[in-house]
C-alpha cells in the first residue's frame, strides 16, 4: 500500500492490517518564519512511526448486520437492567410512603446524576472505552435494589447515591456507542445520517420501554398471588376519593388514612427484589459477552491524535464546556421536561391517582399499559420521522402532554372507571415516545462531534427535571405540581422552536455556499466554523464491496 502524503510524495511501506491513510498537510504556526511572508508554501507535518497508524478503517458492507446485533444486544441488555429498576422506581413513593422514604430515595438517585454527568462520563469513558463503563456503571444498580430487603434511610439513599453516581456514565456510553454506529451504517447503507441515528434510538426505546411491561407485570403477579390480596377491599368512599387525583396532598398526612396506600407484606417486597437482583446480573453479562467494542468502529482512531488529547482537567470540564453552545443552551428547558413528566407518571400519577382510587395492586397493570404503548410508539416514531421530519412529531408529543395535563386538573379519578387510568398512562406513553426518540436524536445530529460531552448534558438536566420534580413532591399538592409541569412544558417547546430555526437557517445557508463557488472562496478565507453536525471519523470510515 502506498500512502501520499502533503508534499505529494509516495511512502512505501509495508501493507499493514487496516487501511492507513496520511492526511495532507496543514499550515503549522511552529514554521512561520521558515517561509517569506508572501509565501503561499504550507509545511507538510511531519512523518513518525506512531501517527502512521491513525488513519483509515476498512469495513465491508456486510458489517451492518454486525451493527445490528450490536445495537440489539444493547437495547436487550437495557430492557433486563431496567425490568429491574423501573419495577422497582415506580413501586417506591407507595410502598416506602413512611416519612417520603421511596421519593427521597429517587431524589438521591438523580441528585447524584447531576453531579455525576458533569465530572464522571467523559472521564470514566477515556479511561475504560465505552463498553467497559457501560458494564461498571449498570453494576451501580445492584446495590439499590438489594436494599429493598432492608428499606432505611442508610441503606437507600446510599445506594440511590451510587446509582445517581453510575447512570450517567450507562446513558452517555449507551447514546454515544448509538450514535457512533448509527453513522457507521449510515455510510455503509448510503443514508442520512440524522434518520439511521433516530432510528436506532427508536428500536433502543422499543425494548428499553417495554421494560416497563416487564417490570410491572413482575410486581403485579405477586402481589395478586400473595396472601394479603384477597384481603385488600379498595376503598370507595367519597371522601376518600376526593383526596385522590389533583386533590391529593401528602402535606399534613392525610394521605396515610387511605386503606389503599398501605405497604404490602415484606416477603412480597423480597420476592420481587431477588428477581429483580437477578435481572442486573444478567443485563452485564450480556454487555460483556454480546456488544462489540466501539474501537471497531473508530473509537481508538479518534483517540490518535495527539493534538486532540485532553489533559485530566479538559476531560472533566467537557460537560461544563458544552453549556457555552446556544443549542444546548435552548434545549435545557425541553430536557428538564423529559425529567420530570417521567417522574410524575412514576411517582406522583401512581400515588395521587391510581393507588389512592385503585390501591397498591393495580400500580403494575397501569404502567404495563404505559410501557407496551411507549415501546410500540419509540419504534413507530423513529420509523415515521424519515417521512415527515422531527418537528410535527414534536409539536404533537408537546400538545398531547398539555391536553393531558388539563384532563388531569379536571378529572376526578374513580375505581368504577379503571379504563381512564389506563387511558391516561398509555396516552402519556406516546407523549414520553416523542421526547425519548425526537429530542435523543436532536442530540445526536447537533453534537456529532462531542458526543459524549453532548449526551452527558442530556442527561444532566433530565436527571435535574427529576430532581425538581422529586424535591417538591411531599411539599406540593398534585394540583400545583401540575401547572408548574404546564409552564416547564411551554418554556421547553419554545426553546426547540429556536433551535429548530437556527439549524435549518445554517443549513440553507452552507447549501448555498456549496452551490455558489464565489460564495464558498470567500468562505474558505474565513476562520473555520466549528461544526458539531459532522463526526470526523465519517472521513475515516471506507467503504468495499467485499
Same mark, same amino acid.
Given at each position: ?83 429491574? *429498576? ?42 475504560? $472505552? ?18 429493598? *430487603? ?67 407485570? #413482575? ?6 398471588? !400473595? ?6 377491599? $379498595?376503598?370507595?368512599?367519597?371522601? $376518600? ?6 386533590? *391529593? ?61 485532553? /489533559? ?21 428547558? #425541553? ?10 407518571? !412514576?411517582?406522583?400519577? /401512581? ?161 448555498? #455556499? ?33
Amino acid at each position: 500500500m502506498t500512502a501520499t502524503h502533503g508534499g505529494g510524495c509516495e511512502d512505501d511501506r509495508p501493507i499493514k492490517d487496516n487501511v492507513y491513510t496520511i492526511k495532507p498537510g496543514f499550515k503549522n504556526e511552529g514554521f512561520q518564519h521558515d517561509k517569506d511572508s508572501n509565501s503561499d508554501i504550507v509545511k507538510p507535518p511531519p512523518i513518525e512511526e506512531d501517527s502512521y497508524a491513525s488513519g483509515k478503517v476498512e469495513l465491508s458492507r456486510g458489517e451492518k448486520w454486525r451493527i445490528l446485533k450490536n445495537v440489539a444486544a444493547v437495547s436487550a441488555a437495557f430492557m433486563v437492567q431496567f425490568t429491574a *429498576f423501573q419495577g422497582t422506581a415506580n413501586l417506591q413513593s407507595s410502598i416506602n410512603a413512611r416519612d417520603g422514604l421511596g421519593t427521597v430515595s429517587l431524589s438521591s438517585i438523580y441528585a447524584a446524576q447531576v453531579v455525576s454527568c458533569i465530572f464522571v462520563p467523559t472521564f470514566l469513558i477515556k479511561r475504560l $472505552t465505552v463498553k467497559w463503563s457501560l458494564c461498571l456503571s449498570m453494576m451501580c444498580y445492584a446495590p439499590y435494589i438489594a436494599a429493598q *430487603f432492608y428499606p432505611a434511610f442508610y441503606t437507600l439513599v446510599p445506594a440511590g447515591v451510587l446509582v445517581g453516581l453510575g447512570a450517567a456514565p450507562m446513558w452517555t456510553s449507551k447514546a454515544t456507542y448509538l450514535t457512533q454506529v448509527g453513522s457507521v451504517y449510515a455510510k455503509l447503507t448510503d443514508q442520512a445520517v440524522d434518520g439511521i441515528i433516530v432510528r436506532f434510538f427508536g428500536f433502543f426505546f422499543l425494548a428499553w420501554q417495554t421494560a416497563e411491561l416487564w417490570g410491572n407485570l #413482575i410486581s403485579s403477579l405477586v402481589f395478586s398471588s !400473595g396472601v394479603h390480596s384477597g384481603n385488600v377491599s $379498595t376503598d370507595n368512599s367519597s371522601s $376518600t376519593l376526593l383526596t385522590c387525583g389533583a386533590n *391529593f396532598c401528602m402535606i399534613g398526612g392525610g394521605a396515610h388514612d387511605n386503606q389503599n396506600l398501605h405497604r404490602p407484606p415484606d416477603n412480597e417486597i423480597q420476592e420481587i427484589s431477588a428477581i429483580y437482583l437477578a435481572c442486573v446480573v444478567v443485563a452485564v453479562i450480556m454487555v460483556a459477552f454480546l456488544v462489540d467494542p466501539l474501537s471497531r468502529y473508530g473509537e481508538k482512531q479518534r483517540k490518535a491524535d495527539p493534538s486532540k488529547e485532553l /489533559t485530566g482537567i479538559q476531560l472533566l470540564s467537557a460537560t461544563a464546556y458544552q453549556l457555552k453552545k446556544p443549542n444546548q443552551q435552548l434545549l435545557i428547558p #425541553i430536557t428538564l421536561w423529559i425529567g420530570m413528566e417521567q417522574a410524575f407518571i !412514576g411517582a406522583d400519577y /401512581t400515588q395521587a391517582y391510581v393507588s389512592c382510587a385503585l390501591g397498591i395492586r393495580s400500580i403494575g397493570y397501569v404502567m404495563i399499559c404505559f410501557g407496551v404503548v411507549n415501546a410500540i410508539c419509540s419504534l413507530l416514531f423513529g420509523s415515521v420521522m424519515k417521512y415527515i421530519g422531527r418537528f410535527p412529531i414534536l409539536v404533537m408529543g408537546a400538545a398531547l402532554h398539555f391536553g393531558l395535563i388539563v384532563w388531569l386538573l379536571i378529572w376526578r379519578p374513580n375505581p368504577e372507571t379503571p379504563t381512564t387510568f389506563f387511558v391516561i398512562s398509555g396516552l402519556w406513553g406516546v407523549g414520553d415516545a416523542v421526547w425519548q426518540t425526537q429530542v435523543n436524536g436532536l442530540y445526536g445530529v447537533l453534537f456529532r462531534r462531542n458526543k459524549e460531552a453532548a449526551f452527558s448534558n442530556y442527561r444532566l438536566w433530565e436527571a435535574a427535571g427529576f430532581v425538581v420534580a422529586y424535591a417538591y413532591s411531599t411539599h406540593l399538592c398534585a394540583r400545583m405540581k401540575l401547572y408548574v409541569m404546564m409552564v416547564v412544558l411551554i418554556i421547553g417547546v419554545i426553546g426547540y422552536l429556536i433551535v429548530e430555526i437556527l439549524h435549518k437557517r445554517k443549513t440553507r445557508r452552507l447549501k448555498a #455556499i456549496a452551490e455558489n463557488p464565489i460564495a464558498a472562496a470567500e468562505a474558505a478565507k474565513q476562520p473555520p466554523e466549528e461544526d458539531d453536525e459532522k463526526d470526523e471519523i465519517d472521513d475515516d470510515i471506507i467503504v468495499t464491496h467485499l
